[in-house]
């Protein structure tokens, strides 16, 4: 049996945005904090906050 897409929380993209803006913080920063490397995950971070892609479970933890 194939897996089931799961359900996107409603207000996940926008509650990634806010908690990067409210610690005043660019992607970059964000990027760096996390220690991913910065020309792999620029794109991804900015797709996490514009919902055109889904963050991994270790990204949002």
């Known amino acids: ?3 089931s897409p799961r359900s ?3 207000r996940l993209t926008e509650k990634l945005l806010q908690i990067r803006t409210s610690l005043g913080l660019s992607q970059n920063q964000i990027i760096r904090r996390l220690g991913l490397s910065e020309e792999l995950y620029q794109a991804s971070i900015s ?3 514009l919902g055109t892609r889904e963050p991994p479970l270790p990204i949002l933890l």
Do not use: D, F, V
């Open 8 to 10: 996107k929380p409603a």
């Open 47 to 49: 797709g996490y906050e």
């Open 1 to 3: 049996m194939g897996k």
